[in-house]
């Protein structure tokens, strides 16, 4: 089994900035099981969404649109670790941030929620206006 556990949620200002982190932990865990980390969002009332998704070796990253040069998403393979730095956040970005963990790699399977086999509890990220 693989365990994600988030940290990191809390509140923000318009304009602020927020860092989540997530640790992964278990046997199953490695480059060759589930390589890619990724992180979704989910607002009450939508749908899970997917944020950003990293590969392994860091060199290939991925991201929604609505966040693409204000989130930046990073790990730390040797501490089995990905973290989410997220800047000039706005009340839209408010929401219960997942991490997970897929044994897909490449940017095509990156966005789609049912290529994760693994999902942590999530963590809130509230963004005040």
């Known amino acids: 089994q693989v365990q994600l556990v988030e940290s990191g949620g809390g509140l923000a200002q318009t304009g602020g900035s927020l860092s989540l982190s997530c640790a992964a932990s278990?046997?199953?865990?490695?480059?060759?099981?589930?390589?890619?980390l990724g992180w979704f969002r989910q607002a009450p009332g939508r749908e899970r969404e997917f944020v950003a998704a990293?590969?392994?070796?860091?060199?290939?990253?991925s991201y929604t649109d609505s966040v693409k040069g204000r989130f930046t998403i990073s790990r730390d393979s040797a501490k089995n670790t990905v973290y989410l730095r997220m800047n000039s956040l706005k009340p839209e970005d408010t929401a219960v941030y997942y991490c997970?963990?897929?044994?897909?790699?490449?940017?095509?399977?990156?966005?789609?929620?049912?290529?994760?086999?693994?999902w942590g509890q999530g963590t809130q990220v509230t963004v005040s206006s």
């Open positions: 990293i590969s392994w070796s860091g060199s290939s990253t």
């Open positions: 997970a963990a897929s044994r897909y790699t490449g940017r095509y399977y990156d966005f789609d929620k049912r290529k994760y086999d693994y």
């Open positions: 278990g046997r199953t865990f490695s480059r060759f099981t589930l390589p890619t």
